[in-house]
């Protein structure tokens, strides 16, 4: 599918939407992503903003807000915030 086609339609996945419309904090704060997801998509989000950011384009937040994000979520994974189970029955974190 070309960029688009790909560029008017929904994410295929809640991650990818999640990633592709959400600032970095509203990643960290998303009740419904584990923390490892929290912090996957965080870690892509932050690998495709440096390439953005090298090509020149802005972005609407800094990779500082992403680091701060990231550290966020794993604070909250070292208070046991994220060691409930999901829904799914799978172990968070």
């Given at each position: 599918?070309?960029?688009?086609?790909?560029?008017?339609?929904?994410?295929d996945?809640?991650?990818?939407?999640?990633?592709?419309?959400?600032?970095?904090?509203?990643?960290?704060?998303?009740?419904?992503?584990?923390?490892?997801?929290?912090?996957?998509?965080?870690h892509?989000?932050?690998?495709?903003?440096?390439?953005?950011?090298?090509?020149?384009?802005?972005?609407?937040?800094?990779i500082?807000?992403?680091?701060?994000?990231?550290?966020?979520?794993?604070?909250?994974?070292?208070?046991?915030?994220?060691?409930?189970?999901?829904?799914?029955?799978?172990q968070?974190?």
């Amino acid at each position: 599918m070309d960029h688009k086609a790909r560029s008017g339609s929904l994410a295929d996945t809640p991650d990818q939407q999640a990633e592709q419309s959400l600032m970095p904090m509203q990643i960290a704060h998303h009740a419904l992503l584990t923390p490892r997801e929290k912090l996957d998509l965080l870690h892509a989000l932050k690998g495709q903003s440096q390439g953005v950011l090298e090509d020149g384009a802005e972005l609407g937040f800094s990779i500082d807000e992403i680091d701060a994000a990231m550290a966020e979520v794993q604070n909250e994974m070292a208070q046991g915030a994220g060691s409930f189970e999901n829904l799914e029955g799978k172990q968070n974190g």
